[in-house]
Antibody, heavy 121, light 112 residues
């Protein structure tokens, strides 16, 4: 049974760095073809893809946010961490992590429940 | 503004067939598979379609996907009240040196 759970601060101040952790179970990020990604959704708005890390530590980032994002994996802890620098109120959103594999051409088939991050002074 | 274009809303009556469109370009839909997600109010998205027309196990065959050129569609037949949700298309985009995923702006489906 694959599960993912996001954790991190619910409130950050403008210009601060956000660090979110995705803790997962039911799969190994060391297995060939597996990936974990981050997607966010501002209140009442559309989904926005942020980043993805593959089993071989290859990484992909949203071009518009690449300079602010870092995604890392800790296979020993079954965790993927996303950091986003220089937070702004427009970054207020629910942040989701999700599981993906090459079998489904890297769609996201299992999602966490999401964590709402508010950016405000 | 989203890279993939979807109508903001769609509607239908129970039992009806509804289609939601998704328009992109040669660098995304035109050269890659399309994914569709369903998001019920207050919940995380759920994968409905991958590889443009494949359903994960557990997704009813009332849901079907298709792709032609730089456009894709999600069809829902035998519409039910529980289908009322937001629907998003997505695809990988190869326009830059490093591929990335793009989403549509979402379509809110109302079951009348």
């Amino acid at each position: 049974q694959i599960t993912l759970k996001e954790s991190g601060p619910t409130l950050v101040k403008p210009t601060q760095t956000l660090t979110l952790t995705c803790t997962f179970s039911g799969f190994s990020l060391s297995s060939s073809g597996v990936a974990v990604g981050w997607i966010r959704q501002p209140p009442g708005k559309a989904l926005e893809w942020l980043a993805l890390v593959y089993w071989d530590d290859d990484k992909r980032y949203s071009p518009s946010l690449k300079s602010r994002l870092t995604i890392t994996q800790d296979t020993s802890k079954n965790q993927v961490v996303l950091t986003m620098t220089n937070m702004d109120p427009v970054d207020t959103a629910t942040y989701y992590c999700a599981h993906s594999t090459t079998t489904i051409r890297h769609a996201f088939d299992f999602w966490g429940r999401g964590t709402l991050v508010t950016v405000s002074s | 503004q989203s890279v993939l274009t979807q109508p903001p809303s769609a509607s239908g009556t129970p039992g009806q067939r509804v289609t939601i469109s998704c328009s992109g370009s040669s660098s995304n839909i035109g050269s890659n598979y399309v994914f569709w997600y369903q998001q019920l109010p207050g919940t995380a998205p759920k994968l409905l379609i991958y590889r443009s027309d494949q359903r994960p196990s557990g997704v009813p065959d009332r849901f079907s996907g298709s792709k032609s050129g730089t456009s894709a569609s999600l069809a829902i037949s035998g519409l039910r009240s529980e289908d009322e949700a937001d629907y998003y298309c997505a695809a990988w985009d190869d326009s830059l040196s490093s591929p990335y995923v793009v989403f549509g702006g979402g379509t809110k489906l109302t079951v009348l």
